[in-house]
């Protein structure tokens, strides 16, 4: 019997300390240093990647095809860094809701992913669904113009043949096109992730969307806004006969919760819940008023599913969850170790001078770092969202 109270108090004890520690590694992922740490080694490690990229200007008349696959492992060690600090840092888990035999395709075709745009880090979220499946390298994305000038994340697209719009169908179609076309003869797997919503969702751009919906007489979307159809025809037209079919994706979070990337860097732990079904590109119309009209009919469906997910928790269909792979968290360590070491060489340098100029300047470096980094971290907030398509008439211009 004593044998067992002391057994059952080391037991106790032990789960006291675990919980301790728990406890203090969630504080220290909380605190602002962490999250400086973390956007530090981001930045410097991306514009060390965009050189690296510059420096492969030469080998694009010599080898395209040798140029793209050496960019897609530059543009990996950004992308991961992301999906590590969902992954890893904050220990995100995700289910992932399909059929067993399109799982089994997943990764080893080129395909166009279609994803809602509700939430702040649903676009983190895309990126690790390509990641589970090995095509997280060399995804592509349509993307606004104005983001090829942001350092890092911009600069890297560029490299990467990443599809850049106005946002206005005249000057897009063309220069859409063919950048489309030039993807045709990609030698790496890719998805390419589509939100033909346009826009993030906002109460104000769903009521303008609905009303829109409402003057053509389309079905009212509870959960989504109109889909852009015009882009979506462009997308699929230009990569038939190399794209094999169109993963229709619809994001939830357990819980009705609403994550950010502030959320995300503190640590705070979430469950993803994605639906996803295969559907060949032979099934979508050719003819551009038959693709709209397929496109409004794949949204009516999105919604009726994330209708049942509001009331059941559920998504239709068995679920599986693919494991994480080890080798964003070891990107992650590669660059961390490559570049907090001298860091603290140079800090301890600095202090260790003893001269007030020196250490007011690197106060004041660090103080215009954690500005910066706050005001990244901002961007990404849906009330800091693009005002494109809370205009009536832009949702009807793009439909």
């Not at 080898?63 to 492992?73: F, G, T």
């Not at 289910?95 to 745009?117: C, M, Q, R, W």
């Not at 038959?290 to 509001?310: P, V």
Request: net charge positive; hydrophobic share 40%.
């Amino acid at each position: 019997m004593v044998c067992r109270d002391h057994n059952m108090q080391t037991t106790a004890g032990g789960s006291v300390q675990v919980k301790r520690t728990m406890s203090l590694v969630q504080l220290l992922k909380c605190h602002f240093l962490s999250h400086l740490i973390l956007c530090y080694v981001f930045l410097v490690s991306g514009l060390i990647v965009n050189l690296l990229q510059l420096c492969t200007l030469p080998l694009w008349p010599l080898s395209k095809q040798l140029a793209r696959k050496v960019n897609c492992r530059l543009a990996y060690c950004i992308y991961s860094q992301m999906v590590a600090a969902l992954e890893w840092w904050s220990g995100t888990e995700c289910t992932l809701y399909t059929d067993p035999k399109s799982f089994s395709l997943y990764g080893k075709e080129n395909a166009i992913v279609v994803l809602n745009h509700s939430f702040e880090i649903d676009f983190l979220c895309g990126w690790t669904f390509c990641e589970r499946f090995g095509v997280l390298g060399s995804s592509k994305v349509l993307a606004k113009k104005e983001l090829a000038y942001v350092p890092i994340i911009g600069w890297m697209w560029y490299f990467m043949e990443i599809v850049f719009c106005k946002r206005k169908w005249e000057d897009d179609r063309k220069t859409v096109a063919q950048s489309l076309q030039n993807l045709r003869d990609y030698p790496e797997k890719y998805w390419f992730l589509l939100y033909c919503e346009g826009t993030r969702f906002t109460p104000k751009k769903h009521q303008n969307s609905m009303q829109v919906a409402e003057s053509k007489g389309l079905p009212k979307l509870k959960y989504h806004l109109l889909p852009r159809t015009k882009g979506f025809w462009i997308t699929v037209q230009n990569l038939r006969g190399t794209v094999a079919a169109v993963y229709d994706s619809t994001l939830n979070f357990r819980n009705n919760e609403t994550p950010t990337l502030r959320d995300i860097l503190s640590g705070k732990k979430y469950h993803a819940d994605l639906y996803v079904r295969r559907i060949p590109l032979e099934l979508i119309p050719e003819d551009e008023s038959e693709c709209a009209d397929w496109l409004h009919k794949l949204y009516q469906e999105k919604d009726s599913f994330q209708e049942l997910y509001m009331q059941t928790g559920l998504y239709p269909g068995p679920t599986v969850s693919p494991p994480r792979r080890p080798w964003s968290l070891i990107n992650w360590l590669f660059w961390s170790c490559l570049l907090l070491y001298p860091l603290g060489l140079l800090l301890v340098q600095l202090f260790a001078s003893g001269s007030v100029t020196t250490i007011l300047a690197s106060v004041a470096l660090c103080t215009a770092a954690s500005v910066g980094v706050r005001w990244m971290i901002g961007q990404t907030e849906i009330n800091r969202a693009s005002h494109y398509g809370e205009s009536k008439a832009m949702h009807q211009n793009n439909n």
